[in-house]
């Protein structure tokens, strides 16, 4: 399931849209960052684990109170879910100063002031984050952690049945249960082509 699919599903398909209205953003303009930022986070994840930070992006999924942000929108928008976001953001993509970079790009190329994206982006990653955690649990979090990133059936299974399909058909292990998970389904990011610049 891409990030993009998930955050769709927020709040029984109404979470955007809330979000958008909580940082008072119009409709279209947020659909419009969420298409660039969504796949783009996504992708961001999928690069750090692949880099051998597994440990990182699922320690960032861990806390089951991060849920909320994902069923709850103005906790996503408000401060301290912003802050939750953007330390998850600087932990896929190595730090403050590249999440910042991320923000002004999609706001450069949506023509939206700076400061409204430095706001909804890591509001956006809020609400990414809490729908991780919730179909991730630490409990299969922390087996997955202990097993050094191989872990067994239930979480396979579980993995799989979020894609759709087999879990680890293209790596073993937990790294590729986690890839698929952060897979971008074909969605793609117009920032996915500078993505990297951003990441250190």
Do not use: Y
């Not at 301290?80 to 002004?104: K, N, P, T």
């Not at 949506?110 to 649990?137: E, R």
């Not at 630490?138 to 879990?167: N, P």
């Amino acid at each position: 399931m891409s990030i993009m699919k998930l955050l769709q599903q927020a709040q029984g398909g109404q979470g955007l849209g809330q979000l958008a209205s909580q940082l008072g953003l119009d409709q279209g303009t947020a659909d419009q960052l969420t298409r660039m930022l969504a796949p783009a986070i996504g992708s961001a994840a999928k690069q750090r684990v692949q880099q051998g930070g597994m440990e990182n992006v699922l320690g960032a999924m861990r806390g089951e109170g991060q849920a909320q942000m994902f069923d709850d929108a103005s906790v996503a928008a408000s401060p301290d879910g912003q802050a939750q976001g953007m330390a998850f953001l600087e932990q896929i993509m190595g730090g403050r100063q590249e999440a910042e970079g991320l923000a002004q790009e999609a706001a450069n190329r949506a023509g939206v002031d700076a400061g409204t994206v430095s706001q909804f982006l890591p509001a956006l990653a809020a609400m990414a984050q809490g729908g991780l955690q919730k179909q991730m649990p630490d409990s299969e979090i922390d087996g997955m952690m202990q097993a050094g990133g191989s872990s067994g059936g239930g979480l396979m299974g579980m993995i799989g049945g979020l894609m759709g399909g087999k879990a680890g058909d293209q790596q073993s292990g937990g790294l590729g249960m986690l890839s698929q998970m952060l897979d971008a389904d074909g969605d793609g990011s117009p920032l996915d082509d500078i993505l990297g610049k951003f990441m250190r």
